[in-house]
């Protein structure tokens, strides 16, 4: 690695320096756009106490469901949880901890972290238990709740293509939560599909450009669909 | 006659203008889709990142990634965009949706809606519910009127937690069309065949019942 080029040669390099009781914040929607294989390292390395944000925490045996298996996550912050039978279990045996929040304040709180503002009103969640001991302000005749932003001790990414510089592309709907979540890491890790060299990504496309990457690297996926239906030709 | 899932579907449908960009929640809400009006444009946006929603994939379509709000594998239509879900719910909560349609547990007179938590059970999450009732000025809550051992789920006051404060005007239950004015119900259409006695019965907020309840036909 030197200058621009962010790409590392393995998943242990990609992942180094995750610890016990870190912040991780990872892309995806469902199963869509998830970087299966960072998540797959952070099982690898048998890290602990994790506090997860993600919208969602995978099923049983794909997805950030894998780190359930070993009790590596002890609080997750999310806006719909519980496609899994194993999460359910820990969240009644309080092995477990949910911060649940709204999708859009959850994107915002990535979102403003990674742009340095520490927090921001929102109307969403007003008079229902999100509000629950926030600051409570009225603006245009309207009450609004102090929702404050979120930082990652790492990010974790899945992007379709990137150049060495870090420069990424998404495809269709696997952009979701990732180009907040690259954004809001201390250091931010993103797997793509392909790595291409710096030129031959059009500038005026790029969705993640290179300065929020720290490291990357390319891997392949399973990309597992989670809803299958489809219509007769 | 209840109204059934198709039928709730058409009568929403009846509200689409041309033009609309549109948010279709999860369930019955997404049979919309299917009674678009002849010769009307609507977009539809899934708050996953999506707006110019198409119809499901064909086997050769399939794409694991491209999904709709549910999950489900779903195609783009021309003239679609694609973006994250900070730029989703900008549009959703600020109000750029036109017409959001989305189901819920309990309405109550001051247009609170509850529809993603009951105590006791599991709680999944609220996912994108809390910010597009936030933000949509246009809202339909589409519900049954009455639980199946006949308790009402229109009440004076909600008694699960909340999803929003103050912001539903219009619900369709399988029984009638209501609009939420003034802190009261008042009753606008009723299902064919639906006495408004039984609506009476079966709502128990503040209801207003003008002296002609049209009846609704399909």
Not at chain 1, 179 to 192: D, H, N, Q, R, S
Request: proline share 4%; aromatic share 6%.
């Amino acid at each position: 690695m030197a200058g621009f080029d962010k790409v590392v040669g393995s998943y242990e390099e990609a992942m180094a320096g995750l610890d016990n009781g870190m912040t991780v914040i990872a892309g995806g929607f469902g199963l869509c756009g998830i970087p299966e294989n960072l998540i797959a390292q952070i099982k690898r390395m048998r890290v602990r106490d994790l506090t997860i944000v993600s919208n969602n925490c995978g099923i049983d045996g794909f997805g950030l469901g894998i780190l359930l298996e070993d009790k590596q996550i002890r609080k997750m912050i999310s806006s719909y949880v519980g496609e899994n039978a194993l999460f359910e279990k820990q969240l009644l045996e309080g092995e477990l901890e949910v911060e649940l929040t709204p999708q859009g304040t959850l994107a915002e709180k990535m979102r403003a972290g990674g742009a340095g503002i520490p927090a921001f009103y929102t109307a969403t969640g007003y008079g229902t238990p999100v509000a629950e001991g926030k600051e409570v302000r009225e603006f245009n005749g309207r009450p609004h709740i102090l929702e404050q932003s979120i930082r990652g001790d790492f990010a974790i990414v899945k992007g379709w293509k990137a150049d060495r510089y870090g420069n990424v592309v998404y495809r269709h709907t696997a952009q979701n939560f990732n180009p907040m979540a690259a954004t809001a890491g201390k250091i931010t890790v993103v797997e793509v599909e392909e790595i291409v060299e710096p030129g031959e990504l059009d500038p005026t496309q790029i969705h993640t450009p290179g300065i929020y990457v720290d490291r990357l690297i390319q891997g392949s996926f399973e990309k597992r669909i989670e809803q299958r239906t489809v219509r007769s030709a | 006659m209840a109204l059934s899932r198709e039928q709730i579907a058409k009568r929403v449908a009846r509200e689409l203008k041309d033009g609309y960009y549109v948010n279709l929640g999860i369930g019955i809400p997404t049979l919309v889709a299917n009674y678009v009006p002849e010769g009307m444009e609507v977009m539809l946006q899934s708050e996953n990142g999506l707006l110019g929603m198409g119809p499901f994939p064909t086997e050769a379509e399939l794409d694991a990634d491209m999904i709709n709000a549910g999950k489900q594998t779903v195609t783009t239509l021309p003239g679609a965009s694609i973006f994250s879900s900070a730029e989703s719910f900008a549009m959703i909560r600020g109000g750029h949706v036109d017409l959001t349609v989305l189901g819920a547990f309990e309405v109550d007179v001051q247009g609170n809606i509850a529809s993603w938590m009951i105590p006791g059970k599991l709680v999944k999450g609220m996912g994108g519910a809390m910010d597009l009732v936030a933000g949509a000025d246009n809202i339909i809550v589409t519900m049954t009127h009455a639980s199946k051992n006949g308790e009402s789920k229109l009440l004076e006051q909600c008694t699960l937690p909340l999803t929003g404060a103050g912001c539903i005007k219009k619900v369709l239950t399988d029984l009638a069309w209501l609009e939420i004015e003034n802190g009261t119900f008042v009753l606008k259409e009723r299902a064919p065949g639906v006495s408004v006695e039984e609506i009476v019965a079966k709502t128990a907020g503040r209801l207003v019942v003008p002296d002609h309840v049209p009846e609704m036909t399909f």
